[in-house]
């Protein structure tokens, strides 16, 4: 194998679709999407948790019923499958999942020239938070965030938007 093919196929696995950078406000435009798809998000990790529980009993049995062993089996991968789906569809958005249980989704961002996430929590109405990306502790949103213009919005202004 030649040196340039070498080099090549390296560049080509490094190299990545360019990201959605969010500002708070294109963060607060996508919300009533995102709210929607952490609630299909819940709702499916709820029947797959129980879906999980129920095989985990059926095994323990003595008397073991093969037949809903092997119907659970498909109800679970089915369920896998559909949130897979469904954090897909987060992704498209160009959201990131956070953390499950707690419902926290991450807009990607940057602050300080570091990659970060403006944090939308479930339990929460607007995005209050944010984080640097390779840290968990969740720090209040500054009050000069909330009114910046968002980006689109400047270009439109200023008949830039392609």
């Given at each position: ?20 950078v ?41 008397a ?51 990659l ?28 000069h ?18």
């Amino acid at each position: 194998m030649s040196q340039s093919s070498r080099s090549s196929r390296r560049v080509s696995r490094s190299v990545r679709p360019l990201q959605t950078v969010f500002d708070v406000t294109l963060a607060h435009e996508a919300l009533p999407l995102v709210r929607r798809i952490v609630t299909d998000i819940a709702r499916h990790k709820i029947r797959l948790n129980g879906a999980q529980l129920e095989r985990r009993r059926i095994s323990t049995e003595v008397a073991e019923n093969p037949r809903r062993r092997f119907q659970l089996e498909d109800e679970i991968r089915e369920l896998r499958n559909e949130l897979r789906s469904v954090i897909d569809e987060l992704h498209r958005v160009g959201a990131t999942l956070l953390d499950p249980v707690r419902g926290e989704i991450g807009f990607p961002t940057i602050v300080n020239g570091s990659l970060a996430y403006l944090v939308y929590r479930a339990e929460d109405d607007a995005i209050l938070h944010w984080r640097y990306r390779d840290q968990a502790k969740l720090r209040a949103l500054p009050e000069h965030w909330k009114s910046t213009p968002s980006i689109s919005r400047l270009e439109e202004e200023e008949g830039l938007l392609v």
